[in-house]
């Protein structure tokens, strides 16, 4: 389906009834706005230490390059997933966050230590907090 409205149509017309719609993976694709963001900074030169949900206990394998680029990278909680239909007029995002909805200070300070925290925000010369009202 190459346009949105053919796939509401498709949608639409399984109402009262069921249908099935088969998804191909076609690519893994580095996301979140941490993730991305870190990525920029890194291609622009700057020395990046990025606190993230990049997998846990161990950074899952589609971050591991961007892990490797940082000059620190602490992961604090699985990834979030999305999958995204694309089509030619637009895209449709379906989040799947239920990894990073229970994260909060406490769990943040305790994987990565006080005094780590405290270190990394002390050495920083930009702070940027994205998208943890996700």
């Not at 893994?28 to 993230?52: D, F, K, M, T, Y």
Request: glycine share 10%; charged share 20%.
């Amino acid at each position: 389906m190459e346009h949105m409205h053919e796939f509401g149509e498709r949608i639409l017309q399984a109402g009262g009834k069921s249908t099935n719609i088969e998804l191909v993976l076609q690519e893994e694709r580095l996301g979140g706005n941490g993730p991305i963001l870190a990525h920029a900074l890194h291609c622009l030169g700057g020395q990046v230490s990025l606190v993230g949900a990049l997998g846990y206990p161990a950074i899952e394998p589609l971050f591991t390059a961007l892990a490797s680029n940082c000059q620190e990278c602490i992961s604090i909680a699985p990834s979030g997933k999305t999958d995204a239909l694309e089509f030619s007029d637009g895209k449709l995002l379906f989040g799947k966050h239920a990894s990073i909805l229970t994260l909060d200070d406490k769990t943040i300070v305790d994987r990565v230590g006080k005094e780590r925290l405290v270190a990394l925000l002390e050495q920083s010369t930009l702070f940027a907090s994205a998208n943890w009202t996700m």
